[in-house]
């Protein structure tokens, strides 16, 4: 009998769209994407679970990671400070606490605003913009893609 891995591999090599769930252990799924490697799903993580990093001076959880997209809760402090920068992936967010200064810039209008707790946002991929952290707290941003950088 086959193994689930070599049929799976084997779709790969064929560009099969074959997903085929190839390991369950604690709610997590290893599946095949398109890119031909393997990224693990998190369909369900706990607080206690969740991956820890600091990036640019910033700490972060990721949490639940899925094929296309991924969350992640920011952990901010006054000052911290992302300079007006863009990456490929749309980002949306939702504030949970803190106070924050988000600038954007798209061809229809630069929008300077202060964000405060139940306020959300949209950035669509390769739009720069910039984030200033007036009072520390807390964001969720979905990621999509995911961001390979926070994990």
Known sequence: MLSRLFVLNVA???SCPFNENILKTNNEKAINLKS?????????VHKKDALKKVFK??????????????????NYVKGNFATTH?????QCGYVISGEYR???EI???????????????????N????????????????????REDYL
Do not use: W
């Open 86 to 90: 863009q990456h490929p992936h749309e």
């Open 12 to 14: 790969n090599l064929c």
């Open 36 to 44: 031909r490697k393997m990224t693990k799903i998190k369909i369900v």
């Open 127 to 146: 739009t720069p913009h910039s984030f200033e952290v007036i009072e520390g707290g807390e964001v969720v941003d979905v990621f999509t893609p995911q």
């Open 102 to 104: 988000l600038k954007v």
């Open 107 to 125: 061809p229809e209008e630069n929008i300077d605003i202060l964000l405060h707790a139940g306020d959300s946002y949209a950035i669509p991929g």
């Open 57 to 74: 001076g910033v700490s972060l959880d990721s949490l639940a990671i899925g094929e296309k997209s991924m969350v992640a809760k920011m």
